[in-house]
């Protein structure tokens, strides 16, 4: 695709540090919304070719066909640092210092577009019934990153960055947020800090934790891990009452230019469209050069580190947690399906 324009490389308010405010609500919610870090103009820019890539027109509903959302592949990389300097100053923090990410692709955003067109049946959807529905009837719960082996300290999947390249309303389609879930998938991780009795119970579930889980919660240890790919895990704790409240579920909503920050064990799904207008976000990875520390003599921990050991009641670090197996990479069969996207998109931008 060609180079971008200036436009693409000027971003408003480099000089940002996050409040106290900001730092609480991560460590008490585990995410914080970044507003403004890149312009309108930035936007248009950077998504100028999106609909050329899919075959359908922004205005005309009947060329969107039957798919309510669709992860497109990437073709560029824009540096974060320049393209939302603000945005980047906030990882950076969040995670430790920007001498803590992992250089190359990981410190960029990529134009793989998350587009969420809504539903043919939602068109004239009253409002009273957009409020009937509940962020806790969806069905794509899920925590991201399926190119590697998860564990508790794993450094692929360092944050979840939503950056927002449309408007999203209420009922929008915006992401949508169980806060208590990042409680839960890290105990997942961590069965020596359960009781004897609820540890024996989660590997009679084979919910081996320290041997590392696929990228859908599935122990290594066991047989069908390498040909599974569902969401039961997360689905059942979403569903889960005891472990989930009404009141964590959040819609990440806002303007053209906001950045949501997420802890990586946070729990959250596509929500429905009502309104019927594309919602647009992309989900870029930030990386570590090095996986988290949960254990720091001098207690010096980065806020991701923070919340991961508040959630698990070891706010002090876990001195004598470690991993059991190889850390490695995943190919899901999302990876597999946009490299035959690209190609396609390829062939409707004339083959550049």
């Known amino acids: 695709m060609g180079s971008l324009s200036q436009a693409t490389a000027t971003a408003p308010d480099s000089d940002f540090t996050l409040t106290e405010t900001q730092k609480a609500q991560f460590l008490e919610r585990g995410y914080v919304k970044i507003p403004a870090c890149f312009t309108r103009a930035q936007a248009a820019d950077f998504t100028s070719k999106i609909w050329t890539r899919l075959g359908k027109s922004p205005t005309d509903k009947s060329t969107w066909g039957d798919i309510e959302r669709i992860n497109m592949a990437w073709h560029l990389h824009v540096p974060a640092e320049k393209f939302a300097p603000k945005a980047w100053s906030a990882m950076c923090q969040l995670l430790g210092g920007e001498d803590k990410i992992q250089e190359g692709m990981f410190r960029s955003w990529s134009d793989g577009f998350i587009v969420n067109f809504g539903r043919d049946e939602f068109d004239g959807m009253s409002k009273e019934d957009m409020e009937k529905s509940s962020l806790r009837d969806l069905d794509g719960w899920h925590n991201d990153g399926d190119f590697f082996v998860h564990f508790l300290d794993s450094p692929e999947q360092a944050l979840l960055v ?9 009922h929008g389609g915006g992401t949508a947020l169980a806060c208590d879930g990042i409680k839960h998938i890290a105990q997942y991780m961590v069965p020596s800090l359960l009781s004897p009795l609820k540890k024996t119970l989660l590997i009679m579930l084979k919910y081996e934790h320290p041997e590392g889980v696929t990228p ?22 979403a569903a889960d009452k005891t472990k989930i409240s009404d009141d964590c579920f959040v819609e990440a909503t806002g303007q053209i230019g906001d950045v949501y920050l997420l802890h990586p064990f946070m729990l959250h799904s596509a929500s429905r469209n009502y309104l019927r207008i594309p919602r647009i976000i992309t989900n870029p990875p930030v990386s570590l050069k090095e996986p988290f520390k949960l254990w720091r003599e001098d207690g010096n921990y980065s806020l991701v580190e923070q919340k991961t050991l508040k959630d698990l009641g070891k706010p002090e670090g876990i001195k004598d947690w470690k991993i059991t197996k190889e850390r490695m990479g995943w190919v899901s069969n999302r990876v597999k399906r946009q490299e035959k996207m690209r190609e396609q998109e390829r062939l409707r931008l004339g083959g550049v």
């Open 162 to 170: 939503i950056p927002l390249w449309s408007d999203i309303e209420p």
């Open 216 to 237: 859908w919660m599935r122990s290594l240890n066991d047989p069908t891990h390498s040909s599974y790919e569902g969401r039961e895990f997360w689905q059942a704790l």
